[in-house]
């Protein structure tokens, strides 16, 4: 069964984090939630709490087959920050493992360099990661291992290509289907 780590802390877009880790599951994916925070419970951006599976200091890299960063400005702040966070995305992409992130988090793979040739993001954040590579062309971009959405209304799609990377073709349609998600 393929693992996903998705790191959250305080100021997390809920609709983002929530969509991510309950598509993911029902494609079959084993799915941990680690808290930047010392304990479990994280705030979201819009007032939702939520309790993680787990704090980010209790993971290790070779227990996941990919790690994924919902967005939301302060959540994509702290994962740019976090040294931890760092040091599993940097371990991450050099065992080639996929990494993922949406919506402003593509600002924590930047600072840890494992952007490759293409990515996309919310609109404006590109300006503080770099236009250079940067594309709004399509909702979710697949480059070499990375893995990239631009917002909320997309996370349903980026979760849904997540389950065709990992799982493949057949879940993915399956899931589709059933989440009525014809516009992905």
């Known amino acids: 069964m393929a693992s996903v780590l998705v790191p959250i802390s305080d100021g997390f877009e809920e609709i983002e984090a929530v969509s991510l880790i309950d598509v993911m599951r029902r494609g079959g994916i084993e799915v ?23 704090t980010i200091d209790s993971v290790l890299a070779d227990d996941f087959d990919m790690i994924v960063l919902p967005g939301g400005h302060d959540n994509a702040v702290h994962l740019k920050e976090s040294p931890k966070v760092q040091a599993l995305l940097k371990e991450f992409d050099s065992k080639g493992k996929r990494v993922g ?41 697949v480059d070499e291992n990375v893995l990239t959405s631009r917002g909320p209304g997309t996370a349903i799609c ?17 899931l589709k289907s059933g989440l009525l998600a014809d516009y992905c």
């Open 32 to 54: 941990v939630s680690a808290s930047l925070e010392r304990d479990r419970e994280v705030h979201g951006a819009n007032g939702i709490t939520i309790l993680t599976d787990t």
């Open 158 to 174: 980026f979760a849904l290509s997540i389950v065709r990377e990992l799982v493949g073709e057949e879940t993915y349609k399956q």
């Open 101 to 141: 992130a949406i919506c402003a988090a593509p600002m924590a793979l930047a600072e840890a360099g494992v952007i490759k040739n293409r990515y996309t993001c919310y609109p404006s954040y590109e300006e503080q990661i770099g236009k250079e590579k940067w594309t709004d062309a399509q909702n979710v971009v």
